[in-house]
Antibody, heavy 121, light 107 residues
Framework: EVQLVESGGALVQPGRSLRLSCTGSGFDFDDFSIIWFRQAPGRGLEWVAF??????????EYAASVKGRFTISRDDSKSIAYLQMNRLKTDDTALYYC????????????WGQGTVVTVSS | EIVLTQSPGTLSLSPGERASLSCRASQSVSSTYLAWFQQKPGQAPRLLIFGASHRATGVPHRFSGSGSATDFTLTISRLEPEDFAVYFCHHYGGSPYTFGQGTKLEI
């Protein structure tokens, strides 16, 4: 069964750091780009970050709201993608989801259940 | 950035009725990269439609998508009780990947 599982969410103070993990199973992880989205409480969905495959040079892209603070990376040997979040703000409070795709025209069909990040003093 | 605007914000209907949800893009988009998701409380989004009109695996035939350029529609032909949820349209043609603000379909 194809599966993505997010972990690492926690309650943290503003200005602190946190690293989220996205673990894939049931598919060839290194063939897929990994994308992070988030959803603030009672709000819509927002794209956060993208990392391409090793074959694509592990290209990374970021939403303007997180650029310079968040870093996406991957370890294909462990089938894990990471989202390192630094200088966290209260606006980063959200449920964070990861998803995947193999080709640019593929939709985001497989989602994890998400991990909760709460930024509060 | 492609801004997606959904209407109505809330749609109140009854089981058995037909639902039409609208999604308007701020600029013309390729139909290849327009999707619809369903989300229920406490659950991850579920892909319903991709490429504007293609049903995802396991999606009932009562769900259909249509449209092109800047105007897209999700239609649910006969509402079932489990269809009452929030629906998002989504553009995935390249970053930034954007979503509409959602339409809440309620009884």
């Amino acid at each position: 069964e194809v599966q993505l599982v997010e972990s690492g969410g926690a309650l943290v103070q503003p200005g602190r750091s946190l690293r989220l993990s996205c673990t894939g199973s049931g598919f060839d992880f290194d063939d897929f780009s990994i994308i992070w989205f988030r959803q603030a409480p009672g709000r819509g969905l927002e794209w956060v970050a993208f990392i391409g495959t090793k074959g694509d040079g592990e290209t990374t892209e970021y939403a303007a709201s997180v650029k310079g603070r968040f870093t996406i990376s991957r370890d294909d040997s462990k089938s894990i993608a990471y989202l390192q979040m630094n200088r966290l703000k209260t606006d980063d409070t959200a449920l964070y989801y990861c998803t995947r795709r193999e080709y640019p025209r593929d939709p985001f069909g497989i989602w994890g259940q998400g991990t909760v990040v709460t930024v509060s003093s | 950035e492609i801004v997606l605007t959904q209407s109505p914000g809330t749609l109140s209907l009854s089981p058995g009725e037909r639902a039409s949800l609208s999604c308007r893009a701020s600029q013309s988009v390729s139909s290849t990269y327009l999707a619809w998701f369903q989300q229920k409380p406490g659950q991850a989004p579920r892909l319903l439609i991709f490429g504007a009109s293609h049903r995802a695996t396991g999606v009932p035939h009562r769900f259909s998508g249509s449209g092109s350029a800047t105007d897209f529609t999700l239609t649910i032909s006969r509402l079932e009780p489990e269809d009452f949820a929030v629906y998002f349209c989504h553009h995935y043609g390249g970053s930034p990947y954007t979503f509409g603000q959602g339409t809440k379909l309620e009884i």
